[in-house]
């Protein structure tokens, strides 16, 4: 069963989590990956990024920094003829320091700000939408709105696993051991069986 979108987290699923990444000097793509966004995009299966980037609240870059690495991402993708359709990031957190981000915004992950935007900008139908992250608190946004959920066990995805279990919607998400193994899928249908 195709998804209508992919709505992913990016550090971790995407490319390498190197704690804090703030250069696209840094930026490493998990193997795999360019080659199912290319197979994505030739299904027509929007990809859209949602991230948390703390780091800007934290004081460790800012905004300019991110979008940095996000347009050097795009153009990797571009590169192999796959596509992301949009980037979200939410630069907030609660106990930053920097003047103007250091707040409980309402987009930070678990919360569902940036899921909601995505689904307005894109006109998505959330159950026909699928969210890979390799937090819990990457999936639960999309859990709540009724999208399929997939932990990969790439970036923090083994710990996030050892968590799992002890969560009430812990059978509603599968397991994969990284975002390349997406794309066999969608082609399996095994999916629909759950
Ligand atoms: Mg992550
Ligand atoms: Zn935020």
New binding site residues.
Partial sequence: MKPQAIIC?R???LIE?CHFLSCPEQIQWIPGVLETLKLLNQLNVKVLVVTNQSGVARGYFDEIAVEAVNTQLRRDVEGVSGAIADFYYCPHHPNGQAIGYSYACDCRKPSPGMFLQAIRDHKLNPAQCWTI???LR?LEPGLQLGMTAFLVET??GVQALQDLSQRPYARQVTVISSFAEIFSLIQSDTVIAL
């Fill in positions: 987290d550090d971790g699923t989590d992250g390799d937090r990457d970036g923090s």
